[in-house]
């Protein structure tokens, strides 16, 4: 069996799955990439596979934005968030931008939708802020 080169592999697409997100990791020295990586940034092995990842992490940093294509309503939030897998994920955050806080606990979140200018429909996925306790 002939190993496939980087160029002949496809990562896979970026979907959720049903406890978290789909990433990668590293077969050589265990380190995880989200999306799944073609070749290790810690040890350059190409001998990657999919991996499921958490669904929930620590939001390191976010920023609002007041500036959005047509179709997306402002003002929405970005944000950092770490997962206990050691990758750092960047994703849209749902609820309100005022009751954010970086070092909150934060969950993906499915089914997360925008139109796009023509109408269509994107689907991507996002973070949700946890409740407070
Ligand atoms: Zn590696």
Same mark, same amino acid.
């Given at each position: 069996m002939v190993a496939a080169t980087a160029q002949e592999r496809t990562p896979p697409e970026m979907e959720e799955t049903s406890s978290g997100l789909q990433g990668g990791q590293c077969l050589s020295c265990r380190a995880f990439s989200f999306p799944c990586a +073609?070749?290790?940034?810690?040890? +350059?092995?190409?001998?990657i596979v999919s991996a499921e990842l958490s669904s929930d992490g620590v939001l390191y940093a976010y920023s609002v934005v007041h500036q959005a294509p047509a179709g997306w309503p402002v003002p929405y939030a970005l944000g950092y968030v770490d997962l206990r897998e050691g990758v750092r994920v960047l994703a849209h955050l749902e609820g309100p931008a005022g009751e954010l806080r970086s070092g909150a606990s934060v969950r993906f979140v499915s089914g997360h939708g925008r139109t796009a200018p023509d109408g269509a429909p994107l689907v991507t996925f996002a973070i949700s802020q946890e409740e407070q306790l």
């Open positions: +073609l070749i290790c940034s810690e040890c +350059l092995s190409e001998d």
